[in-house]
């Protein structure tokens, strides 16, 4: 084939043709709805979720995933396979040697047999560890769930870790770019908020030069007239090296939500802000709660309301009750601390809280008192060396 005819070649016959025709799995209309959602995920949830995420098929996705349960059945766990796609691939088989395997459903669709992963004896059998390949699968009719990605939840809620495979097309947010790129609609996805819940993401890599000798020498499918259709159809170069490029900004934008969270958990959150309030007197408060609250908003960050009460006081002031719930209305923090000096109360408050803003109100004192005593906005600014300090104007009546 020349060069020219191989890139003619390359464009799918129809925009709705989908990968799993190209690899000869008949497609599944299935009849039931969707029952998950993401609030009832992180709710039941019961145990750990680690996915392989590669560009796709024919990566290393199953190959990784069979490995580790390998690795951790020769460690005394138990580990159990609910279902695995080697599409006959001679090393990928010869992982699943020595791992138990439950047996799967047989269901008939169209006049043909299929098997499906039997969900309730994996949780029946209850191991420390389910390996379910091919997270986007859509199921027969006649199984309990319409997705493949449901069952994984249902087995997680009963307390057993699942370890499973996902391509990068299988996105949801991703399936108009998918077949964008690719000129080919993917029919089986995936919410991304399943990739939120997974305790861990690993990125199967591989160049696409590298899949596409794969491809060659019938290391992906065995089958000479599948792999040959799969090259000229989705395994293009083009869309491989598109598929690549989204898997690796989706991992990098994993890795940045990541970080961010544990340093605003962990350590000096350097890259998120933290917006402190102090209020002191009740004609000022409203005012200067909202206006933190929306420098909070713009940078994206946490508002934190404080009011510094002395070591002598027992009871609160009336007007700190509605402070505290408007500060929880814009959901923020709010916190009475005590101490004998207002700056040094609201420094170390700031310092254990790792605040990088703090929003005050001009003083009220007379001009010479200030110049004879110091005033508390001119004190803290020395205090506060590394933190910016916005001073608000009381507004004239």
């Known amino acids: 084939m020349t060069a020219m005819d191989e890139s003619t070649a390359t464009k799918p016959t129809t925009e709705t043709e989908s990968v799993e025709s190209l690899t000869g799995r008949p497609e599944i209309e299935s009849t039931l709805g969707t029952v998950w959602t993401h609030k009832q995920a992180i709710a039941e949830k019961r145990a750990p979720l680690r996915i392989y995420l590669g560009a796709a098929p024919g990566v290393g996705k199953t190959y990784a995933m069979l490995s580790e349960g390998q690795r951790r059945h020769e460690r005394g766990s138990e580990v159990v396979i609910g279902v695995v796609e080697t599409y006959d691939r001679p090393k990928t088989k010869a992982l699943v040697e020595g791992l138990e395997v439950v047996p799967p459903k047989t269901i008939e669709y169209r006049g043909v047999v299929l098997e499906e992963m039997d969900t309730e004896a994996v949780i029946r059998r209850h191991p420390a560890t389910a390996l379910v390949d091919e997270l986007a699968h859509t199921n027969v009719p006649g199984v309990r769930r319409a997705k493949r990605w449901e069952d994984v939840l249902d087995i997680l809620a009963d307390g057993i870790e699942v370890i499973s495979t996902l391509n990068i097309q299988h996105i949801e947010s991703l399936n108009d770019v998918v077949a964008k790129a690719t000129g080919i609609l993917q029919r089986e996805t995936v919410p991304d908020w399943i990739l939120e819940l997974a305790d861990q993401v690993e990125l199967v890599d591989m160049s696409p030069h590298a899949l596409r000798r794969r491809m060659m020498h019938g290391n992906v499918y065995p089958d000479a007239r599948k792999a040959e259709l799969a090259l000229r159809r989705f395994f293009t170069e083009e869309n491989l090296t598109a598929l690549r490029e989204l898997a690796l900004m989706r991992m990098a934008n994993q890795v940045d939500e990541d970080l961010l969270l544990r340093w605003t958990k962990e350590t000096i959150p350097d890259t998120r802000e933290r917006v402190l309030v102090g209020v002191s007197r009740p004609e000022l408060a409203e005012d200067l709660v909202r206006r933190g609250a929306r420098v909070a908003q713009r940078a994206h960050g946490d508002l934190l309301v404080v009011h510094v009460a002395g070591t002598e006081e027992r009871d609160e002031p009336t007007w700190i ?77």
């Open 321 to 397: 009750a509605p402070i505290r719930d408007l500060t929880a209305q814009l959901d923020g923090e709010f916190e009475v601390i005590r101490s004998e000096s207002a700056v040094e109360g609201v420094i170390g408050y700031a310092v254990r809280q790792h605040v990088t803003q703090i929003v005050v109100g001009e003083p009220l004192k007379p001009r010479w008192q200030e110049i004879l005593r110091g005033s508390f906005v001119n004190r803290l600014i020395r205090k506060a060396s590394e933190i910016d300090i916005h001073v608000i104007a009381q507004r004239k009546q």
